[in-house]
């Protein structure tokens, strides 16, 4: 009986070790060991007023980034999030500068419905073609990445769409530049749609069946899942985080063009992968890709702030950090 | 027993106080074993005993965490990752892991492929591939993909890669759980021609007839210590059980309960076909256990996967309780009570990367919480409940489903099914790589339901089962179904009548 004894004992010293989940520990600890690296390149970066800049500017990603959590726990891949931020932030600008409806305040809530519904459907025709078209998502999306880029070229006819009504502008600045309680309202927004995603994703049946269907899809249909309704709403899910990007992009320059959003899924991939979650899908962490994208914009930030690097290299190092990432996850789950 | 076995045939390979940790949780408690040449040696032991777990630290898969592996009386530390073939070790694993994308022979020789003039030539490999099928008796076309193969194809180009490996020491770990007993005589037809060569095995299976009928010397494990080692010939099937187990086996079928002829039709399958299965008719009243027997290939499981909604139907009716059930919709299925548990535990049962609790409510999560809001306490309670019911044994309570013992997938895989709380139970192979205490323990649960009033179907290649378990038993053949017995003509010559073609009679 001594035998099982030391196994309860050894076991329970085991336990504490294995209670930390490294692949959930490893995007913090980069993240805190960067603050450290920032601090070391220039004493300004660690002032509340940088980390909050920094923070503010991580929000189109970021939020876009948690859609595509979504979509890639469900074993999926969007390509063509850039592309639809600059077509459904086009929409926006063109239905405000219409003129449809007089009064301003009331022509803004339309504008964000109507931002709101154009990204639901985007994200609902990739998942369509995917899912009932049976086209691998890569190249589904790979198509509609295309389109979209290619129907806001056409609106914009090459140039830039300028949100013209000085009433409006006025009314709608303070959605990226204001600021609640002292906080910035991007982070704000970044906060809310990460914990109501967070939520969705931990918390409920749907969370549940994104994870079964991105693990093993043939074990989710013998289990009742509806496959193809979990991996479609993904999608819409994902266009409805882009749609909410939009509406923190378009006050903040108040533009578009053909060229906005341009290498933005690559971002996101990026923020999504370094943040934890298994690009095979079956695995989602929500907090994993926000802190995947703060890592991102804070590489681009100590590049500015330092004098050692080019920040024309800020591709390259970002482009670097998804390899790196997927080595980091590759050991860790050998080790386990 | 082979007579050249004597007791003083040499030992070519050892454990010495073998202990094993995962995670800091001791799963093998310092087990002595011992192979010698030319024998084939069975090792015992209940679902998560440590049988695959010792087998594997044997065939350097994984390494001790304490004690040492003698090979030839040599200490040795065996290399990782299959590398141990090279000194002539080769294992079967019990959740095989054959390259989906390969065609079978490309797999048989995955590593050592054989050239010609720095070309692969595969015109060799196919014809050898083909050779080793054959002596299997084997139909496997050489060219197939593995993913196009059923599992007990898979198992076979499994063996036949082990068997063509020119192994002295090879281990099977439960080879024949999704065979055919033809294919298993196949199979043993050869393990006892390379036992003539000297070649040694070692057997893990909970099927007690085939280690009677195969084995030389009998190893028991119990949670994961050595109980017993001793010649086949001195035990019988009781007395393995018992050591198994450590306490008495009561019988291991309950009595039958024949449901009363007035009861009510629970489902009614009339004329379905699907592209294989041809005009299948079928009632379950309440209260019965149906049995459905044949062999492999007969399209038992196509026709209940289109029962359950999970297959297209070419034609025919589905209803329950007189409600017409509509084609191919598994969630018109589940709503009217049909639940199907699969026999493909890996690829259609569990979440491999997931735990015990997000396998178990997987299909049932309507029942834990409200408007889709999931209640991590009402989860914690199932697994609770469930761990108690079927009797899942796991040592450590987070370990991912892809790290259980099979035995206690099994059980997950049926508790799982079961918390749909279903009113008719489809229940393909219950008892793959279930140990006699356990098998016992789902029987008796099986008998359970049918009392409490429930209507199941048993889908079986185990004889013995469909016999003690069913009260009418539907033969199939060819996609059809060839006879239902009744009463006194269930027995294991009348079905396998029926099965190789001998008799028909039109399904009632
Ligand atoms: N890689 C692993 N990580 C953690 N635990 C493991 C691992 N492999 C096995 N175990 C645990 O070790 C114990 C013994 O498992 P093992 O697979 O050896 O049982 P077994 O005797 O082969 O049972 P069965 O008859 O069900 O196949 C089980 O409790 C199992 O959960
Ligand atoms: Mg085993």
């Known amino acids: 009986m001594t035998a099982s004894e030391d196994a309860a004992e050894t076991s329970a010293r085991g336990r504490t070790w294995r209670d930390i989940d490294l692949r959930a520990v490893a995007p913090f600890a980069a993240l805190a060991l960067l603050l450290i690296v920032g601090a070391l390149v220039n004493p300004n970066f660690i002032g509340l007023n940088n980390l909050a800049n920094v923070a503010t500017r991580s929000a189109f990603i970021a939020i876009i980034a948690v859609g595509a959590t979504f979509v890639i726990s469900s074993g999926d891949l969007d390509l063509s999030v850039g592309s639809m931020v600059a077509f459904v932030a086009s929409i926006m600008i063109l239905f405000m500068n219409s003129g449809a409806i007089a009064d301003p305040s009331l022509m803004l809530a339309a504008a964000v419905a109507l931002t709101i519904i154009i990204g639901a459907g985007c994200g609902l025709a990739n998942g369509l073609i995917t899912t009932v078209g049976r086209i691998e998502p890569f190249i589904a999306t790979l198509g509609t990445m295309g389109i979209y880029r290619g129907l806001t070229t056409w609106l914009s006819q090459g140039g830039a769409i300028t949100l013209r009504e000085p009433e409006l502008q006025t009314l709608y600045r303070p959605a990226y530049f204001g600021t609640i309680l002292g906080v910035p309202v991007p982070i704000v927004v970044i906060l809310a749609v990460t914990i109501v995603a967070a939520f969705v994703l931990y918390r409920t049946r749907y969370g549940r069946h994104v994870v079964a269907v991105g693990s093993n899809s043939d074990v989710a249909r013998y289990s009742g899942i509806p496959v193809n309704r979990v991996r479609t709403i993904a999608f819409v899910i994902q266009g409805v985080c882009v749609a909410i990007a939009v509406l923190l992009y378009v006050p903040r320059l108040g533009s578009t063009s053909a060229t906005t959003g341009i290498l933005w899924e690559l971002q996101a991939i990026t923020a999504v992968v370094v943040g934890g979650t298994a690009l095979k899908g079956g695995a989602g962490r929500v907090w994993g890709t926000i802190c995947g994208a703060f890592i991102l914009e804070l590489v681009g930030n100590i590049m500015l702030l330092s004098n050692f690097i080019s920040e024309y290299l800020i591709g390259a190092i970002q482009g670097a950090i998804i390899i790196i990432a997927m080595l980091v996850q590759r050991s860790l789950v050998r080790k386990s | ?508």
């Open chain 2, 1 to 508: 027993m082979n007579p050249d076995v004597a007791d003083g045939a040499p030992v070519v390979l050892a454990a010495r106080r073998v202990s094993k940790s995962f995670n800091g949780v001791q799963v093998l408690f310092s087990v002595n074993f011992e192979l010698r040449a030319g024998e084939i040696h069975a090792l015992m032991g209940e679902n998560g005993a440590g049988k695959s777990t010792l087998v594997k630290i044997l065939s350097g898969f994984e390494q001790p965490t304490s004690g040492e592996i003698l090979l030839d009386g040599q200490p040795t530390k065996l290399p990782p990752n299959g590398q141990a073939e090279a000194l002539g070790i080769v294992i079967i694993h019990q959740e095989f892991n054959l390259a989906e994308h390969l065609t079978v022979s490309e797999s048989l020789f995955l590593g050592r492929e054989v050239t010609r003039f720095g070309v692969l030539d595969r015109k060799f490999m196919r014809a050898e591939t083909r050779r080793v099928l054959d002596q299997l008796g084997s139909h496997v076309d050489e060219n197939a993909l593995i993913s196009s193969l059923s599992i007990a194809d898979k198992q076979m180009v499994e063996i036949a890669k082990a068997i063509s490996r020119d192994a002295r020491i090879i281990f099977m770990d439960e080879p024949t759980a999704v065979l055919s007993r033809e294919e298993t005589n196949y199979l043993f037809r050869q393990v006892r021609k390379l036992r003539e060569r000297g070649t040694s095995f070692v057997f893990v299976s909970h099927k007690l007839d085939e280690v009677m009928e195969l084995t030389d010397r009998v190893t028991v494990l119990r949670d994961g210590q050595w109980v017993k080692t001793a010649p086949t010939s001195i035990l019988d099937g009781e007395s393995i059980a018992q050591l198994m187990v450590g306490r008495e086996l009561s019988s291991l079928y309950p009595a039958k309960q024949e449901p009363s002829v007035d009861e009510d039709v629970m489902l009614s399958v009339a004329g379905l076909s699907t592209q294989y299965v041809q005009d299948a008719s079928f009632d379950v009243r309440k209260g019965e256990i149906l049995g459905f027997s044949g062999l492999i290939g007969s399209g038992r499981t196509e026709l209940m996967e289109a029962v359950a909604g999970l297959r297209s139907r070419t034609a025919g009716e589905v209803s329950v309780r007189g409600t017409p059930v509509p084609a191919g919709d598994v969630h018109a299925a589940n709503r009217v009570g049909i639940a199907y548990m699969t026999k493909d535990r890996k690829h259609k049962g569990l979440l491999l990367n997931s735990g015990m609790t997000a396998n178990l409510t997987l299909q049932s999560l309507d029942r834990h919480g409200e408007h889709g809001y999931l209640s991590p306490k009402s989860e914690a309670a199932a697994l609770e409940r469930a761990r108690r019911r079927f009797d899942i044994r796991v040592r450590d309570g987070r370990v991912v489903a892809g790290r259980m013992s099979g035995g206690n997938q099994q059980k997950l895989l049926l508790a799982k099914v079961m918390e749909t709380e279903p009113d008719v139970i489809i229940i393909d192979e219950p008892t793959r790589g279930i140990d006699v205490g356990t098998k016992q323990q789902i029987y008796h649960f099986i008998s359970a339901l049918a009392r409490d009033g429930k209507s199941i179907i048993v889908v079986s290649s185990e004889m013995p089962e469909i016999i003690g378990l069913c009260t009418r038993v539907a033969v199939m053949r060819e996609g059809r179904i060839v006879g239902i017995l009744e009463g006194e003509e269930i027995s294991e010559q009348e079905i396998m009548r029926y099965s190789a073609g001998l008799k028909k009679k039109t399904a009632a």
